[in-house]
């Protein structure tokens, strides 16, 4: 064995460089995630209520919590790289783990706590790996391990409160009671969790490379964006029959819309929001990557979640033959959809707001013209509420196309230039990566 340990043998914990960007094993990691939001969404499909969304929005804070730690870790140390990776898979298997769970965490109280009790186990597991990650990576800075160990009761409250909702419903002889007491709980765990992210502060934590965070948090909205090309695909049911116009229309509309939505964060706004998290420093910085990205990146997603659910809800009316196609759209699935994609430019307009310090007229005329189109689209066909809400979409990023041209060349130009700079501040970091040895603590 030669004396030395597992640790040794895989290499040291490689810290984040100035300029960074995210490595394929983040990406890797992702894969459990793209998977969770697709058991959150069919989950929540299979029986759409106003105490089904509840418990979806819960079980996405929460989810999203663990991301949000996940992407603390990974300002400080490369997750792809040492004897990181390991930890990691383990980490991966826990939240794989409670992804397959969550159905169960809300079901029959009468059923058993099985489920929520691997929700609960999983979920330790998953902050276990981190907390330890982090713990090591810190081990020589005296501040951060104190701010670490400010987040320790957060940990270990989450921890109770998630094993009180796992067992509180078996001891509860009334459903109803046992019910509204598992969602208090869930409930009472997602205030406790993000009141703690502000009240702790920023002090002792920091934002190695902006390009790595900024990089990090916009590629799992892609895969949230992702999710509703699943449900538009799932919801038109082309490989159960075979295709109409109507239904290979609506899958078409679909496509069109998430990425008129994709167009409105990543066309101006995310990377003009990257320069300026570049642009900041110290304690300003972290507080600008926690309330933007941390904090506002939630609603988005969860935006995208719901219109997910309504795009699936009403592409299957429109490709299912039984169903005329003059019908108009019933249940949520109309406002669900309008109102998802409201949430999700809300919450970006908030981003904008919180980064760059500007609102822009466009959005919340936007944001106006699709609530004030609900009624409407109500009455209208599938096909024809579907198309409405494209044409508001489409008709926003054409808008601002034709009005910003002149500040979308300046941002391109400029992030031409911060990416240079940032690639040889990284490149020098990596010089000097290779010139210190293993234990120098300054690794």
Same mark, same amino acid.
């Given at each position: ?20 960007? =995210?490595?394929?094993? +983040? ?34 804070? =929460?989810?999203?919590?663990? #991301? ?42 009468? +059923? ?31 501040? +951060? ?6 987040? %320790? ?22 459903? +109803? ?31 190695? %490379?902006?390009?790595? #965070?900024?990089?990090?948090? /916009? ?100 490709? /299912? ?76 990023? $054409? ?15 400029? =992030? ?7 690639? $040889? ?7 000097? #990566?290779?010139?210190?040895?293993? /234990?120098?603590? %300054?690794?």
């Amino acid at each position: 064995m030669g004396g030395k340990g597992w640790r040794d043998r895989l290499g040291p914990a490689v810290p984040i460089a100035p300029g960074a960007r =995210v490595d394929k094993f +983040e990406v890797f990691f992702d894969l459990v995630f793209v998977f969770s939001f697709f058991i959150i969404t069919r989950a929540t499909a299979m029986n759409i209520s106003g105490r089904s969304l509840l418990h979806a929005m819960l079980v996405l804070a =929460v989810l999203w919590w663990c #991301w949000v730690i996940h992407s603390v870790v990974a300002t400080r140390v490369r997750l792809g790289l040492g004897f990181v990776p390991v930890l990691m898979v383990v980490g991966m298997a826990a939240l794989f783990c409670f992804a397959l769970a969550l159905p169960q965490a809300f079901g029959d109280p009468r +059923e058993g706590a099985a489920g929520p009790v691997v929700v609960a186990i999983s979920y330790v597991v998953i902050r276990a790996v981190h907390f330890l990650l982090f713990w090591h990576v810190v081990r020589h800075s005296p501040n +951060e391990r104190r701010q670490l160990l400010r987040f %320790s009761p957060e940990l270990v409250f989450s921890t109770l409160l998630l094993v009180a909702a796992a067992m509180a419903p078996s001891v509860i002889e009334d459903p +109803e009671a046992a019910t509204l007491a598992r969602d208090g709980l869930w409930l009472t765990l997602v205030l406790l969790q993000y009141t703690t992210g502000i009240l702790v502060g920023t002090w002792g934590w920091g934002v190695t %490379s902006a390009e790595h #965070w900024t990089e990090r948090y /916009d590629l799992i909205l892609i895969i949230a964006l992702g999710e509703s090309v699943i449900s538009v695909g799932v919801g038109s049911n082309l490989l159960g029959q075979p295709p109409t116009w109507s239904a290979v229309t609506a899958a078409v509309l679909g496509i069109v819309f998430t990425a008129a939505l994709w167009w409105a964060h990543y066309d101006m706004i995310g990377p003009a929001a990257r320069i300026a998290l570049h642009a900041a420093k110290d304690g300003p910085r972290v507080a600008m990557a926690r309330d933007a990205y941390a904090y506002l990146y939630l609603p988005m997603i969860a935006g995208i979640i719901l219109f997910a659910l309504g795009a699936e809800g009403i592409v299957h009316e429109i490709a /299912d033959p039984k169903i005329p196609i003059t019908q108009p759209a019933h249940g949520p699935d109309v406002p669900l959809l309008f109102g998802g994609v409201i949430c999700y430019l809300s919450a970006n307009m908030l981003f904008q707001l919180r980064t760059l310090h500007t609102l822009s007229w466009t959005r919340v005329g936007a944001v106006l013209v699709l609530a004030s189109s609900i009624p409407i689209a109500s009455h209208l066909p599938g096909l024809a509420a579907l198309a409405l809400l494209t044409a508001i979409c489409v008709g926003l990023v $054409a808008t601002e196309v034709v009005l910003f041209t002149d500040a979308r060349r300046a941002l391109y130009a400029a =992030v031409y230039q911060e990416r240079t700079t940032h690639e $040889a501040h990284e490149a020098a970091f990596r010089s000097r #990566w290779h010139d210190t040895t293993p /234990d120098d603590p %300054s690794t």
